[in-house]
């Protein structure tokens, strides 16, 4: 194997392994290293199909690193739903027992409130930054301009604070 | 407590919120899963591109399943490492990709007949509105005045200044009382915000040199407040930090 395709597998490696785990990769997974064996034994057999040289190295790193990250994801769905049948069962069983204090309940409560009342592109832009998006990111998910993405999202702020103050409740930037 | 002597009775902020939004989506969850877009349809999605309708529906999946925002999220970094280790700077990249993985199918670019029509009769109706206006404007009518725009001079749009030059001008607006300037990072987050200034234009002082960072791209803008208390925001400019 080239020594380029190698170092660019080797850099690759860590994210590889720190993306699986944001996921929940677990350890019954199999190690991450085969992983990423089994990344370079397909680029390898690409190489010598192609007699050493493959024409878009980014699409084919690409296409062999999603598809190993794609069967992994898959792997990890089905886990996790077998899982959800067992935590779902518990969470049934431990419901009246949960000692939830009423103010954060209630805060709760106003909190999706406030959210679920903003409307369009407002709500999708503060919905998609709370669940860990940055802004660049909405903006060429949504093929939407930066400042658009930019306008939504602080027009969006100062309306969940608006919302959230007529509830008697303080916003802290 | 400063929020309590306003009048509130709880308080809140973003982290706080994001996890009460993650706990709710999660709740919400009757199995993991279920209705999701396949993994490949994400993949496919965030390296290429998808039509507007397959867009909205993803992205509205996305925004409240956070098991799918984390792959999507996982994708898009993986995506920009590749594309940062084989030397290509654009983490959207499409036409090679569609060869390579043999897809056949490209985003149609000969409008169909239903848009035809659509393009006829906007044009048919431009024209009209254009003659209207053309008739209105001979007689000599002032219908108010328009808000001025906020035109900033310094740095412009796309140019490359080295750290210790970086000063902010822009066009004065007549009546203004104030302006604020305020400099984000390339995931256009704030990093800085000058106080009140009363001239059009003001340097980056000496201790926010030291949050921006050499080869970063950065973006500014200026709010005016008015004399009425009204507010005006300029356009985003974008510029980056020589190396």
Request: positive net charge; glycine residues 6%.
């Amino acid at each position: 194997m080239p020594e380029s395709i190698e170092s660019i597998l080797e850099a690759l490696a860590p994210h590889l392994r720190s993306e699986l785990n944001c996921l929940g990769y677990s350890a019954h997974s199999p190690d991450g290293d085969d992983l990423l064996q089994e990344i370079r034994i397909r680029i390898w057999k690409a190489l010598k199909d192609r007699e050493g040289e493959i024409q878009y190295l980014n699409a084919y790193v690409k296409k062999v690193v999603f598809s190993v990250f794609i069967n992994e994801v898959n792997r990890l769905r089905r886990e996790r739903q077998l899982i959800s049948v067992a935590e779902n069962r518990q969470r049934l069983e431990n419901e009246g027992k949960e000692d939830c204090s009423g103010s954060d309940e209630v805060l709760k409560k106003i909190i999706v409130e406030s959210l679920t009342a903003l409307r369009g592109a407002k709500r999708r832009v503060i919905e998609l930054r709370l669940e860990g998006f940055t802004l660049a990111e909405i903006a060429q998910l949504n093929d939407w301009s930066i400042s658009m993405t930019c306008n939504n999202y602080y027009r969006g702020i100062k309306e969940l604070k608006h919302g959230l103050a007529n509830k008697g409740i303080y916003y802290e930037d | 407590m400063d929020w309590q002597i306003k009048g509130f009775t709880m308080k809140t902020n973003q982290p706080q919120i994001a996890e009460v939004y993650r706990a709710y989506l999660v709740e919400r969850q009757v199995e993991p899963g279920v209705g999701c877009p396949a993994p490949e349809d994400l993949v496919q999605f965030a390296t290429q591109g998808a039509n507007r309708k397959a867009r909205a529906r993803i992205m509205e999946h996305v925004s409240n399943c956070p098991d799918c925002a984390l792959v999507l999220q996982s994708i898009l970094r993986l995506s920009g490492e590749i594309d940062k280790l084989t030397g290509k700077a654009e983490a959207f990249q499409r036409c090679p990709q569609d060869e390579v993985l043999g897809k056949r199918e490209r985003v149609r670019l000969i409008p169909g007949r239903r848009a035809a029509v659509a393009i006829l009769a906007g044009m048919i109706g431009l024209t009209i509105i254009t003659l209207s206006v053309i008739r209105i404007s001979d007689r000599p009518v002032i219908r108010g005045t328009a808000r001025p725009l906020i035109q900033l001079l310094s740095p412009k749009q796309g140019t490359t200044y080295p750290a210790e030059d970086i000063k902010f001008k822009w066009e004065a607006v007549p009546k203004a009382a104030r302006y604020t300037v305020e400099l984000f990072n390339r995931s256009l987050e704030k990093v800085w915000r000058s106080g009140p200034v009363s001239n059009a234009g003001t340097e980056l002082p000496a201790e926010a040199r030291g949050i921006i960072f050499e080869g970063e791209t950065y973006f500014w803008r200026v709010t005016v407040v008015l004399e009425d208390g009204a507010e005006l925001i300029s356009k985003l400019a974008e510029f980056s930090i020589r190396k």
